[in-house]
């Protein structure tokens, strides 16, 4: 029931609050009974009699009870009304009374606002405008609003505010109609294995909408059960207010048991099986792996086999036991070779799918110097072991690796292997002996044998059982097979044993070089001024020799002595080592023309090897700048003036007459397109009347649509297909076209309709005779003389004799008849 204070007129002489001095009118006490509700647990009031209805009086506030002046009242403060959620009515139930002490001497209206009232949501309230009673007029709910503020209001009959307006709060009461919601299903949490107790494990948390502040909101949790049972049914334990989980017993192992599920109860009204709403969820708790059980080697002894001089390949396969998580830390195995390998020829590869270790050579191992190898290999995982466990004895084990002997290539012990000749020996020269060494020298005796494999210049050979090197041409130093002096070739070795094996090896010759080339002269051609001065130079001369330091420059240049106008026009000086300048001498005057002027080089070789070579100087008249001119150049080039003047004339002369031809040909055109007709057409018409194989029109008469004239290839598709051309020169043997029928009385306007059918259909009717089809007119193009015919037409003044068409014979029998006055047959 709704507890409720009564307010009167009498009770408004209550003493001051010395805090805010606000008046707290005394509530009417109701004798109210307490009784517990045996079904629900709750507890409410109840009363033995009908209580009055509350009623709320308004303070009065501004009004004077005496006519003295008196101090003014304060307003009374109004408690809180408290409404139950849920509640099952009957509605409109009656919440309040609001009086005025002045409804006695006025009619009053009383109203509420606020929201629920005249603001979403709407009309959760009333008022009894006349009474004042207040109603609520539906079930509340805390969890969607938990209290209303409304202000009451009164006024007369002419709205006119009798009183001030006074606050109602209304609470809403909190009652257990909302179980505990937990935020996920399914929690997932994880443990390692070995912890101890009291390890924290995860959280799970539930929601409850009720008051959180009252026994409905409180939330307690408990472990309903745990799968499966092992060890102990009960290894985890859970906080029943924060909602950890923790473990209360050791003995987890992930070899054994891996995942424990457990389901959690939240219940509210603090954890009351009996008056509470419950609610669970699922947590599952994973033990994570750790490395408590270290990995075991399944033999002690493994062994295998490998080649000699193999690498790369697997020559035995280690196996290994481990019970931690595969394919972790935990599992995954490390081996090493502890002893037995001071080399390194072996390593020890972890395959990732089975973790067994693969025995690998990873560098060659020769038969003659190890027969066999003893190692000692030691397992281990990639994570530490776990604090408290002991590696096994298991993890360490013996690998024997037998080396099997094979025919191995022989060997050139000094490769690539290096001698030095001058260039130019003769051939059959002995220049080394180059032998191989078979490795094989413990079980096998076998016999080498040698073979030339590469030599770019075929200078050399090699004796087949003892590997002597000899030349079998001069070796040049300047060839095109040596790179930078030195002359490379290869050879084999092959032994004859089972199966054959070869090697090769390298020999490198430097070839010294000798003087054996002489110096050649650069440039082969240049040009220089008739006229020499003190400030023009010469040309710049050098030489090019294919033999090196000491045998080619510092090089020497001379003029030789006959014949003697060489030294008497030309003068060589020296600049460098290596570069002379050629010139003429001071006051020499050459005609222009190209000039050949032998040159003597010698090189700085031991003996000095010469030559003689020949340089083409061309002379030519200069600018001021000491460039040739352009009729310099030509003049140089072997021409006179005279022959330089003809040669400009005849180049006029041919230009001459092809601008007259042009002229000519220009002139006549012009002539052939001003030309008029000599004949006239009426007194000579052979020329105009022209025998065509088909008729057709002028020039100006080509504006006609050609496809109209074609004949269609079939009747199936006469309308619907595009017509083509064809000739047919019988009768076609086909079915006849069907005309359409004209009706006896035809309607006017149906008359152009039927002569298009009809015209259609006789356009379209092979049978129908002439049966040779329409053809297109060829077009008869222009330029003809006699002019187009669509300028013909009849005079339009007076009459004209045309009876002389009747003497042209049968062809123009009917235009003589219709032209000529003539009577048809």
């Not at 009232?117 to 004042?132: K, R, T």
């Not at 505010?161 to 909302?178: A, G, K, R």
């Not at 050629?582 to 010469?610: F, T």
Request: proline residues 8%.
């Amino acid at each position: 029931m709704t507890v409720a204070f009564l307010f009167s007129s009498a009770a408004r002489a209550a003493i001051d609050d010395g805090n805010h001095g606000n008046r707290i009118a005394p509530p009417v006490v109701l004798k109210v009974t307490k009784e517990e509700d045996k079904v629900s647990g709750r507890r409410e009031l109840k009363e033995p009699f009908p209580a009055p209805p509350p009623v709320i009086l308004f303070s009065g506030s501004g009004r004077n009870s005496s006519k003295g002046l008196r101090r003014q009242k304060r307003d009374w403060v109004i408690p809180p009304i408290n409404v139950a959620e849920n509640s099952r009515g009957p509605f409109p139930q009656m919440l309040v009374s609001i009086r005025s002490d002045q409804d006695q001497d006025i009619s009053i209206r009383y109203s509420i606002t606020g929201v629920g009232a005249d603001q979403p949501p709407n009309e959760v309230f009333n008022i009894d405008p006349v009474l004042g009673k207040m109603f609520v007029t539906k079930p509340l709910d805390r969890e969607h609003r938990s209290s209303y503020h409304l202000r009451a209001h009164a006024v007369d009959m002419n709205g006119n505010q009798v009183e001030n307006p006074i606050d109602l709060y209304i609470f809403v009461i909190d009652m257990n109609d909302n179980r505990p919601e937990f935020k996920n299903q399914v929690y997932n949490g994880s443990v390692d294995e070995g912890s101890k107790p009291g390890t924290y494990v995860m959280h799970v948390s539930a929601f409850d909408a009720d008051d959180n502040t009252t026994a409905n909101g409180m939330v307690r949790y408990r472990i309903l059960s745990q799968m499966p049972h092992s060890p102990i049914p009960n290894m985890f334990t859970i906080n029943s207010e924060t909602g950890d989980i923790v473990t209360v017993a050791p003995g987890l192992d992930r070899e054994k048991v891996s995942q424990y599920t457990i389901i959690v109860q939240a219940t509210d009204m603090e954890g009351n099986l009996n008056f509470g709403l419950s609610n669970t969820a699922t947590a599952i708790i994973t033990v994570t792996d750790i490395n408590d059980n270290p990995p075991m080697l399944t033999s002690r002894t493994f062994s295998g086999e490998v080649p000699e001089n193999k690498v790369d390949i697997v020559v035995a396969n280690l196996t290994v036991i481990d019970a931690d998580q595969p394919h972790s830390p935990n599992w995954n195995a490390i081996y090493r070779i502890i002893s037995g390998d001071p080399s390194g020829h072996f390593t020890i590869r972890t395959d990732p799918v089975s973790n067994d270790g693969m025995v690998t050579v990873v560098k060659p191992v020769d038969y003659e110097m190890n027969r066999a190898f003893m190692l000692t290999v030691v397992v281990s995982n990639q994570a530490h072991l776990a604090s408290g466990i002991q590696s096994s004895l298991q993890s360490t084990a013996g690998v024997t690796i037998s080396v099997q002997d094979v025919n191995e290539a022989p060997y050139f012990p000094t490769n690539p292997k290096h001698i030095r000749f001058e260039e130019g020996i003769p051939a059959g020269t002995t220049l080394t002996t180059f032998s191989a060494s078979d490795p094989d020298r413990l079980q096998m005796q076998q016999t080498i044998r040698y073979s030339k494999l590469n030599d770019p210049a075929d200078w050399l050979s090699i004796n087949r059982t003892n590997g002597q090197i000899i030349t079998t041409a001069i070796l040049d130093r300047e060839s095109v097979y040596v790179k930078n002096n030195i002359y490379e070739a290869t050879f084999l070795a092959t032994d004859n044993g089972s199966p054959v094996a070869s090697g090769t090896g390298t020999l490198q010759i430097y070839l010294i070089d000798i003087n054996d080339n002489s110096p050649a002269l650069i440039p082969k051609e240049s040009q220089i001024c008739e006229r020499m001065s003190k400030n023009v130079n010469g040309v710049n001369i050098t030489a090019a020799d294919d033999d090196t330091d000491p045998n080619a420059g510092p090089f020497v240049f001379e003029l030789p002595k006959i014949p003697a106008s060489i030294r008497r026009n030309w003068t060589i000086s020296r600049i460098s080592g290596d570069y002379a300048r050629l010139g003429l001498r001071y006051q020499v005057y050459l005609e222009p023309g190209v000039y050949e002027v032998p040159v003597i080089v010698l090189d700085s070789g031991n003996p000095p090897l010469s030559n003689r070579s020949i340089i083409k100087v061309k002379v030519c008249p200069c600018d001021e700048h000491g460039d040739c001119t352009t009729l310099g150049a030509v003049a140089a080039a072997g021409l006179g003036t005279g022959a330089i003047i003809s040669i400009l004339i005849c180049i006029i002369i041919l230009l001459s007459m092809v601008l007259l031809f042009v002229v000519w040909i220009k002139r006549r055109e012009k002539e052939r397109q001003t030309k008029q007709l000599l004949i006239d057409p009426e007194d000579d018409v052979r020329d105009n009347i022209l025998k065509y194989d088909e008729e057709g029109g002028g020039e100006e008469d080509q504006d006609y649509d050609l496809s109209q004239l074609q004949q269609p290839d079939s009747l199936e598709h006469i309308i619907s297909k595009p017509p083509g051309v064809r000739r047919v020169d019988e009768r076609p043997i086909i079915p006849e076209s069907q005309y359409p029928i004209r009706p006896v009385v035809p309607h006017p306007g149906d008359i152009g309709d039927f002569i298009h059918e009809g015209l259609r259909a006789a356009d379209n009717d092979p049978t129908a005779p002439p049966y040779d089809s329409l053809l297109v007119f060829d077009y008869e193009g222009s330029g003809s003389t006699a002019g187009s015919v669509s300028s013909l037409n009849s005079s339009s003044t007076g009459d004209q004799d045309y009876d002389y068409l009747n003497d042209w014979g049968p062809r123009f029998k009917k235009l003589a008849d219709m032209y000529g006055g003539g009577v048809e047959d």
